[in-house]
């Protein structure tokens, strides 16, 4: 079965492993994603794509307790989601989360990238999205 994402451009796999895509100023480094053509500090039009981080932490959260409107309303069955800002260092991403249990989830703990199903399109083709899933504390 065929898939894809459910917007151009946000990630990429490399080697089965996903990336966020997002994009940096050359003029005074600051980073934005999704992409975007002219950078939000200094308004130059001088950004390149950058790979960000996989990993990153729980900056803030909150549970979509109700449907969203079209056109982001996924599957017909509606189950309560996770979403979150993820601290990836050089940038905050909006995102949904793996975990949907306010009392599973902890402002700093660490998160990982991930893929998840959206839906599937009219012609049949199963649409990605991204999230991120909290990861166990390393130990290192």
Do not use: N
Request: proline share 11%; hydrophobic share 35%.
């Amino acid at each position: 079965m065929t898939s894809r994402a459910v917007a151009p451009g946000l990630f990429a796999e490399r080697d089965g492993v996903p990336h966020l895509i997002g994009s940096a100023c050359r003029s005074c480094g600051t980073t934005t994603f999704p992409q975007q053509d002219g950078c939000p500090r200094c308004t130059r039009v001088d950004m390149q794509p950058c790979e960000l981080p996989r990993t990153g932490t729980l900056w803030s959260f909150t549970v979509q307790a109700f449907r969203p409107k079209p056109p982001y309303q996924g599957p017909e069955e509606f189950t309560p989601y996770g979403v979150g800002y993820v601290d990836l260092g050089a940038v905050l991403v909006e995102a949904r989360l793996t975990e949907s249990d306010p009392e599973k989830l902890r402002i700093g703990a660490p998160v990982e990238l991930v893929l998840e199903p959206f839906r599937t399109d009219s012609e049949g083709t199963d649409v990605v999205t991204f999230a991120f899933a909290p990861t166990a504390p390393s130990t290192d």
